[in-house]
Structures are given as structure tokens and as C-alpha cells.
């Protein structure tokens, strides 16, 4: 049977659009390292919207006061171009469900998305009860999400290790009580794309009132098949995909979204005309933006987004190429938004440039916020040829996110030579005002530096991560630095760009420091978070 052939005998062959159901806010977030503050899920959320995604989920509003701020911020602020469904997640317990709808509730489209698991080794081990009160919660919950809103969406997690049977009980009381989207998630990553498949169309057969809703998948990659089997639920029917900008997610991760998105569009032809909204020349900006604030980078051949995925080394193929794109490119690089450095600004560039380069970016920056980016811009002209579109997106997430209330770095100062150790001084003006300063004789510059911050703060935090990148290629490339701390318990992390890299990984471990501060003074959760979630 042909693929449009199976899809024809799918449960919503009328429908051909598919809906993204983004997660890297909630799922993405969950990977270890990640400590995403309200700013920086905020400006990922914006670029969600600009991208088109129809869903997002932006976190687990009972898990923290974090989580709920970034939540309610998002859902009152992101609108524009066009308003995305804002969903929380719930388990399903009220005090979660009430937390998830005073997150949400100021977004012009909220949906409240609950769970409960289905499996046996889930509802034995870790829930500790039994298939009647699974039942029970569900119904409840979704009863008391629909009390507050019309969109509401379910899942039974850890489906795909469930009784088919089961599932199928559990998927009909979420309907009767009023559930919009049926979400069928893979939580461990276990399934085969056939098998998935299968499981889907047999859960169509005891639920017809599936038809009435929308079906949704969330795959994990496991086995390195969360985008085929999340393909494989589209042609049974789902017409929701879950997933994660560079497929990040819990432990392998989730489906790719960049990888689902170019596949139904670069084969719309032959399955049967599926494709989602997503506007895919903004998916390189958005694998860039997510990379640089989760610090998670994208392997050089990762599919559509990596830096290779468009480069032909061979001989033969280049050659092929030069002659005819088609002979070894499945898809155009402008179409996935790699090569679009249209914009290039020099130093003799003024304030308005700056401002319609911004803008043609999709920033609307005025007033202080354009002072300081073209403060910023004109540091950077000054040392840098040509300041392009990459340049000014890592400037933006940069400068312009909101001050996080900490550490500043006033100054720094470093001797490095070959034959003595570096030698560091630094300022660091503190959370209360004051001017502290700090010395350190490090084993190189930048380790001296950081351990001269340590002395100014009079704090020892672990270094859980440190990164450094360049922005864009050639010797006067910006450089980028991402770093990951953890002070009692409680992680942060920042992020810098300068021409100087050592000023960016002075600038980022300060950052980093302020946000993993802030957390230590937020009350700690006394249930603790969720072991798990789908
Ligand atoms: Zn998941």
C-alpha cells in the first residue's frame, strides 16, 4: 500500500494540515544543564511564534515559582505575528490543574495539558495504585480542567508499554469528560515506527470518538526513531506532532521539530499533501537561539539545522552541485533559513540601520533598548569587518534580555604569558550595591578569571559546564560562551558574546551566577518535582 494510499484509510484523511505541539520549553527544558530563566524562555517563546508553531507548551507551572512565572509571563506576552496555543502541564492532581489554569488563563488561546500513566510497571511502581483509580484521576482531571477553559488535551503516558485495551478505556472517559486532543505519547522511547502505527489504528477502532478530536504523538529517540515514529502517528491519523527545536528533550531527547517539519514539506508530494504552518526560513534561527541559551549545541551533521547538513565535501558531489543543485540537494538551504545573512552592517552603520536590521529580524527595539544595542553594535563594528544577521541574533540575546537582578562585572584585568601563571584582578558589583574586588593565579587566563569572580563574591559554585563557540566563521568572529553553575543545589546559567573571549566568559559566569543566586532564594518545592513526565 502506497503512503497515500494508508493515509486515505487514516482516521482525519480530510484533514491534511498537522499541527506543531512545540515542548522544547517543557520537555527541553527537563535535560540536565538546562536552567532556562523567564527572559530567556520568553525570547525562545517569541521565536516559537515567529517560527508558526500552533502549539507551545511552556512549562510545568506546579513544579516551581520559576516555572509558573515563565509560564504566565509567556502567556500574556507572546502574541505576535500571530497567537500561539499556550499550554501548562498538569498531572492530575487539582492543585496542579489550578496552577496550570493560573499560569495560562491571560493567554488569548490557553490549554491545559494533563497526564496520568497507563502502563502497568508505571501505575504499579510509581504511582502505587491501581487501573480503576487511573480511571478515576483521569476523569477528574480532565472534569476539572474543562471547568475552566474549552481546550484541553490528555495523555496517557508511557502509552506505548500500555495494554492497548486499557489505554482505550481511559482515552474514552478523557473524551466523555470533554479532552480536545488525545496525545499518545512514546515517554520511554520504545516503539517500533510499524508497531506505533498499528497500536494507533487499534485504538481508533475501539475509540471511534477519536475521530472527534484531534490525535496527537510525542516520540522519544531512544532508538533514534522518535521522528519516524512520530511520522509513522501522522499517517495513522494524528494530525498533532510534539517536539523540540534540535530535538532536545529527556534523556535522547524528543522528536526533532526541524527534522518533522522539512520532511512533510520537502515530501508533501508523496504523502498525500500533509504539511504543517511552519514557516521553515526561520528554523536555522531558531535551532541558533535555542542552542545558545540551553548551552546544548548541534552536531556539525545533525539533519536541516547542523552546520554541515548543506555542505558537499566530496569532490564528485561538489562538482554535481556547482552543475546542477538537484544532482545532491534534496532541499535548498535558503528554505531552512541557512545562508539568509542578507544582513550586513558595517562601522559607519547608524542608529537607524541598526533599528530597521532589528526589525527586519523581528525585533522591535526603541528608546534605552536601541542606545544600548548600538552602544554594543559600535564595540563590536569597531573590531569586526562586517557585522552580519548571525551577529546581531547573538548580540540580541546577549544585551537586551532583561537584567537579571545579581552580580554585574564592572572590570577585569589579566596577565597571561607562557612563562609564569596568569595573574587576574576583578570588580563585581554585588546584589547590594557595593564594589567588591578579587585576585586570582590561575592555570590559564580564563580559569583565573573566574576564580577572581569566586573571591570578589566570597562564593565557591561547581562549574557544570563551560562552552565556548564562535558566532559565525573567520578570525574576527564573534566568540560565545556559555557556562552552567550550581550553588547549593540550584543550577544557573548565562551566556556572553564579545570579541574578546575572555571578557564573554567573565560576562556569562556572572550572568550565571545571578540566575543560580536567584534560585537558592526562591522557596523550595516541599512534594519536590515530578519523577517524570510524558
Ligand atoms: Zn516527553
Same mark, same amino acid.
Given at each position: 500500500m502506497s503512503i497515500p494510499e494508508q493515509i486515505d484509510q487514516g482516521a482525519n484523511a480530510a484533514d491534511r494540515r498537522v499541527l506543531v505541539f512545540d515542548t522544547t520549553l517543557r520537555d527541553g527544558e527537563q535535560s540536565p544543564g538546562i536552567a532556562l530563566n523567564t527572559a530567556e524562555k520568553l525570547e525562545i517563546a517569541q521565536q516559537l511564534a515567529r517560527l508558526g508553531v500552533d502549539v507551545i507548551e511552556a512549562g510545568f507551572p506546579i513544579t516551581s515559582p520559576g516555572d509558573f512565572e515563565a509560564v504566565q509571563t509567556i502567556a500574556r506576552e507572546v502574541s505576535d505575528p500571530a497567537p500561539p496555543i499556550i499550554a501548562g502541564l498538569a498531572r492530575t492532581h487539582v492543585a496542579d490543574i489550578d496552577a496550570a489554569w493560573e499560569a495560562v488563563r491571560d493567554a488569548e488561546r490557553p490549554r491545559i495539558h494533563t497526564f496520568i500513566s497507563t502502563s502497568d510497571i508505571h501505575i504499579v511502581? +510509581? @504511582? +502505587?495504585? #491501581?487501573r480503576e483509580d487511573v480511571k478515576g484521576q483521569a476523569r477528574a482531571a480532565v472534569a476539572h480542567a474543562k471547568r475552566y477553559l474549552e481546550d484541553v488535551e490528555f495523555s496517557p503516558m508511557d502509552a506505548t508499554r500500555s495494554e492497548v485495551e486499557f489505554t482505550a478505556e481511559v482515552v474514552k472517559i478523557a473524551i466523555e469528560e470533554g479532552a480536545t486532543t488525545i496525545n499518545i505519547p512514546d515517554t520511554v522511547g520504545y516503539a517500533m515506527p510499524h508497531e506505533f502505527q498499528a497500536f494507533l489504528a487499534r485504538l481508533y477502532e475501539l475509540v471511534p =470518538? @477519536? !475521530?472527534?478530536v484531534t490525535l496527537s504523538v510525542h516520540c522519544h529517540d531512544d532508538l533514534g526513531l522518535a521522528v519516524a515514529n512520530s511520522f509513522a502517528g501522522v499517517l495513522a491519523g494524528a494530525r498533532q506532532v510534539e517536539c523540540a527545536v534540535n530535538g532536545i528533550g529527556e534523556r535522547a531527547g524528543n522528536a526533532s521539530l526541524e527534522e518533522i517539519v522539512m520532511l512533510l514539506r520537502t515530501r508533501r508530494a508523496d504523502v498525500g499533501g500533509l504539511d504543517t *504552518?511552519?514557516?521553515? !526560513?526561520e528554523l536555522a534561527r531558531t535551532s541558533r537561539l535555542v542552542s545558545r541559551l540551553t548551552g546544548y549545541p548541534v552536531q556539525p551533521n545533525k539533519a536541516i539545522v547542523g552546520r554541515n547538513a548543506f555542505a558537499h565535501e566530496s569532490g564528485i558531489h561538489q562538482d554535481g552541485v556547482l552543475k546542477e543543485r538537484s544532482t545532491y540537494e534534496i532541499m535548498d538551504a535558503t528554505t531552512v533559513g541557512l545562508e539568509s545573512n542578507s544582513i550586513v552592517l558595517g562601522k559607519h552603520s547608524g542608529r537607524h540601520a541598526l533599528h530597521d536590521a532589528l526589525a527586519e529580524m523581528g525585533f522591535e527595539v526603541d528608546g534605552q533598548a536601541l542606545n544600548t544595542a548600538f552602544k554594543r553594535f559600535k564595540e563590536i563594528a569597531d573590531k569586526k569587518k562586517a557585522v552580519t544577521a548571525m551577529d546581531l541574533e547573538a548580540l540580541m540575546s546577549d =544585551? @537586551?534580555? *532583561? =537584567?537579571?537582578?545579581g552580580y554585574t562585572l564592572e572590570w577585569f584585568e589579566v596577565e597571561a604569558s607562557s612563562r609564569r601563571p596568569p595573574h587576574a584582578r576583578v570588580a563585581v558589583r554585588l546584589p547590594e550595591g557595593e564594589l567588591a574586588e578579587g585576585s586570582f593565579t590561575g592555570d590559564g587566563p580564563i580559569d583565573a578569571v573566574l576564580a577572581a569572580i569566586n573571591t570578589a563574591v566570597g562564593m565557591h559554585p561547581k562549574l557544570s559546564d563551560f562552552k565556548i563557540g564562535a558566532v #559565525? =566563521? *573567520? +578570525?574576527d568572529a564573534l566568540g560565545e560562551v556559555s557556562v552552567v553553575v550550581e550553588i547549593e543545589g540550584r543550577s544557573g546559567s548565562g551566556q556572553a558574546v564579545s570579541t574578546d573571549i575572555i571578557e564573554a566568559a567573565a560576562r556569562a559566569y556572572v550572568r550565571a551566577l545571578s540566575v543560580a543566586r536567584a534560585r537558592t532564594l526562591e522557596p523550595r518545592d516541599a512534594a519536590g518535582l515530578p519523577a517524570t513526565a510524558p
Open positions: 511502581h +510509581q @504511582l +502505587q495504585t #491501581t =470518538e @477519536l !475521530r472527534d *504552518g511552519v514557516n521553515s !526560513r =544585551e @537586551l534580555r *532583561g =537584567e537579571i537582578p #559565525t =566563521e *573567520g +578570525q
